[in-house]
C-alpha cells in the first residue's frame, strides 16, 4: 500500500518569493506521482504529474516538482510566487505500470499563503 | 465543455434525513470516483466506478452511505440516515479510464444539523 506525507500544513510566503512544498512518499513498488491545487470554493484541479521519463517535471504557471526515488520525494517549487498562487497544494500517489488501479491516494495538503 | 457537474452545491440537512449527492462525469469519461473532504482526515476516496461498475468501495465508511452509476452520464452518492459527522464536502471526479488525469467537480459542502 501506499501512503504520502506532506510534511507542511501550512506556508506563508511573501510574494516573489521562492517556495517549496514537501512531499514523501512510501511505495513497496514503482509509482506515479502528482500535484493537485485547490482554490478556495473549488475542486481540485492537477498542476503536474511525473509518469516516467525526466524525473523534473513542470507546469505551465511556473511550478515543477522533481522526483527523487532514493529520497522518495516529489517536492513542488517555484522561484517566485504570486499572491494568485494562495492556495491549497496535494501530493498524490498512484501504483505505476501494470499495477496500477487507478486509485490515487493523496497527501494532506499544504496551505501557501502567500502574502503582499 | 462544462466539466464535471455536482448538486447541489450546498445541503444543510437534520441528523437522520437521507441526502443524496449527484455527479454528472464528463462526456466519454468512463471512471468516475467519489471523495469525501474533512479537515480532521483529509481527502479520502470513497469508491469508484469504471464503466458504471463499481471497482473498489472499500473507503465507504458505513452501509449507511451507498453509490450507483445507472449509467455512463450520472451517479448518486446516498447516505441514509445522516449523521452530523457526515458533514463534509463530497466530490465527484472522473478521467478518460482508471489510468488518466481525474477531473474533479467543484464539491457538493454538507452539513448535517
Known amino acids: 500500500a501506499q501512503s504520502v506525507t506532506q510534511l507542511d500544513s501550512q506556508v506563508p510566503v511573501f510574494e516573489e518569493a521562492p517556495v517549496e512544498l514537501r512531499c514523501n512518499y512510501s511505495?513497496?513498488?514503482?509509482?506515479?506521482l502528482f500535484w493537485y491545487v485547490q482554490y478556495p470554493n473549488q475542486g481540485l484541479q492537477l498542476l503536474l504529474k511525473?509518469?516516467?521519463?525526466?524525473?523534473l517535471v513542470e507546469s505551465i504557471n511556473g511550478f515543477e516538482a522533481e522526483f527523487n526515488k532514493s529520497q522518495t520525494s516529489f517536492h513542488l517549487r517555484k522561484p517566485s510566487v504570486h499572491i494568485s498562487d494562495t492556495a491549497e497544494y496535494f501530493c498524490?500517489?498512484?501504483?505505476?505500470?501494470?499495477?496500477?488501479?487507478?486509485?490515487?491516494?493523496f497527501g494532506q495538503g499544504t496551505t501557501l499563503q502567500v502574502k503582499p | 465543455d462544462a466539466g464535471v457537474i455536482q448538486s447541489p452545491r450546498h445541503e444543510v440537512t437534520e441528523m437522520g434525513q437521507e441526502v443524496t449527492l449527484r455527479c454528472k462525469p464528463i462526456?466519454?469519461?468512463?471512471?468516475l470516483f467519489w471523495y469525501r473532504q474533512t479537515m480532521m482526515r483529509g481527502l479520502e476516496l470513497l469508491i469508484y466506478?469504471?464503466?458504471?461498475?463499481?471497482?473498489?468501495d472499500s473507503g465507504m465508511p458505513e452501509d449507511r452511505f451507498s453509490a450507483k452509476m445507472p449509467n455512463a452520464s450520472f451517479s448518486t452518492l446516498k447516505i441514509q440516515p445522516s449523521e452530523p459527522r457526515d458533514s463534509a464536502v463530497y466530490f465527484c471526479?472522473?478521467?478518460?479510464?482508471?489510468?488518466?488525469?481525474?477531473?474533479f467537480g467543484p464539491g457538493t459542502r454538507l452539513t448535517v444539523l
Open positions: 471526479a472522473s478521467s478518460l479510464n482508471l489510468y488518466n488525469e481525474q477531473f
Open positions: 511505495s513497496s513498488v514503482s509509482v506515479y
Open positions: 511525473y509518469l516516467s521519463g525526466s524525473t
Open positions: 498524490a500517489v498512484t501504483e505505476a505500470g501494470s499495477s496500477n488501479t487507478g486509485k490515487l491516494i
Open positions: 462526456s466519454g469519461h468512463n471512471s
Open positions: 466506478f469504471n464503466n458504471n461498475v463499481p471497482i473498489d
